[in-house]
């Protein structure tokens, strides 16, 4: 079983920035396919950002590339989204997600890839 604990959400204006943090329990934590979903009110959960297991290869949603980062620390068993020129869009419930094993790259922006769901952290953009 992997527990996966989210942090460092709140609330920023627009063009800020916030990095989200995701703690996972497990030794083989730099084998965990890992990503980022977003649930904003009445809409359906969202890709936003995935790692491979490698590590190797990110994977981001079109309108957040170039603005937000995904990243790890394996030493820290911690994936870590970094979000830039925040907008009042980006507003939403930050899920992070993880899977122990390899996801094709077609299906990692499926939320049925994944088989361990933090308990999501929120943020707000104001305009």
């Known amino acids: 079983q992997v527990q996966l604990v989210e942090s460092g959400g709140g609330l920023v204006q627009a063009g800020g920035s916030l990095r989200l943090s995701c703690a996972a329990s497990?030794?083989?934590?730099?084998?965990?396919?890992m990503g980022w979903f977003r649930q904003a009110p009445g809409k359906e959960r969202e890709f936003v950002a995935a790692?491979?297991?490698?590590?190797?290869?990110?994977y981001y949603e079109d309108s957040v590339t170039g603005r937000f980062t995904i990243s790890r620390d394996n030493a820290k068993n911690t994936t870590y989204l970094q979000m830039n020129s925040l907008k009042p869009e980006d507003t939403a419930v930050y899920y992070c997600?993880?899977?122990?094993?390899?996801?094709?790259?077609?299906?990692?922006?499926?939320?049925?890839?994944?088989?361990?769901w933090g308990q999501g952290t929120q943020v707000t953009v104001s305009s």
């Open positions: 790692f491979s297991w490698s590590g190797i290869n990110a």
């Open positions: 497990g030794r083989t934590f730099s084998r965990y396919a």
């Open positions: 997600a993880a899977r122990t094993g390899v996801i094709k790259a077609t299906a990692v922006g499926a939320a049925a890839s994944y088989d361990y």
